[in-house]
């Protein structure tokens, strides 16, 4: 295997736009748009820089590249801290009863509040793999490299990461959940309401829409019907995330109502078993899989490699020494694949 995930750089720009056009829309961190791209590359620089151990308002790009060939495969985002500069909007659901002593019935109601609950939380997101990638293990070296990360460098993160999921689109692109609730407040359809945020940000969503809770049963069916279901193509997504401890929380997307997942940082799986070992001796693929990581900031690799316990540390195979640009000595991280 010979993946190699790394910080993105600024001349990964035109990989980066051709990922964001295979996305099939919906991905407000990955949007088309090489202006905003080259706009977050030239911020995850700046992030990659600091060296302050500190929770600032960063986002950190990275790259999966397949060494043999030197074409990039895929890609992720990790923002330090949401709603610093902007609110972080969900909405969540919630129920409210009611009882009437005159008709001796009682009412259950599910309803939508606008909210900020969120906001200070870190978010991991922005993760896309080309479609001829998916299996053996890549994704998961591309999803939980984010978290070794998170680990190196625990004081620039939050207490809660969140993560967003795509909600339900059509195969016309559009959202049953926009067309259902905010597409009515606005004379936008979902796709241009998706570019608009992924360009401005959504605090338009909340100049406009109504402040009030707003009750479910007013909704279209096919609008309630997708609330809190990610989009089919995120469902392994989702089921990767469950299995690092996030869970849904009864917080949505406020554009296409999918689903956002939470858990406490310092509670996510790989954060949790990983370990850190000096590098014993080098073999060959000896002992079980693991993701590998190194580095600090800009350096920061990882990589899927061999490695084992023995006296004095731990042995590593050849193959990831070399993505890791590692010797003998060296200390690394790693976690069970």
Partial sequence: MTFLFRPARENDLDALYRMAKGTGGGFTN??????????KLERATRAFAREEDTLNDDLFVFILEDVETGKVRGTCQIFSQVGTELPFYSYRIGRITQHSKELDRTFRAEMLTLCTDLDGSSEV????????????GVGKLLARSRYLFMRAHRAKFADRTLAELRGAIDDAGNSPFWDGLAGRFFDMSFRDADEFNARHGNQFIADLMPKHPIYTALLSEGARQVMGQPHYSGRPAMRMLESEGFSFQNYIDIFDGGPTMT?????IRTIREAKDGKVAALTGA?????????GRRGEFRACLGCVAEAEGGVTLDEQAAGLLQVRIGDTITYAPA
């Fill in 30 to 39: 990955l949007p088309p748009d090489k202006p905003t791209l080259k706009a």
């Fill in 125 to 136: 997101g922005g993760l896309y793999l080309d479609a001829t990638e998916r299996s053996a």
């Fill in 263 to 267: 858990v406490d940082t310092d509670r």
């Fill in 286 to 294: 000896d002992g079980p899989t693991h993701i590998l990581s190194c």
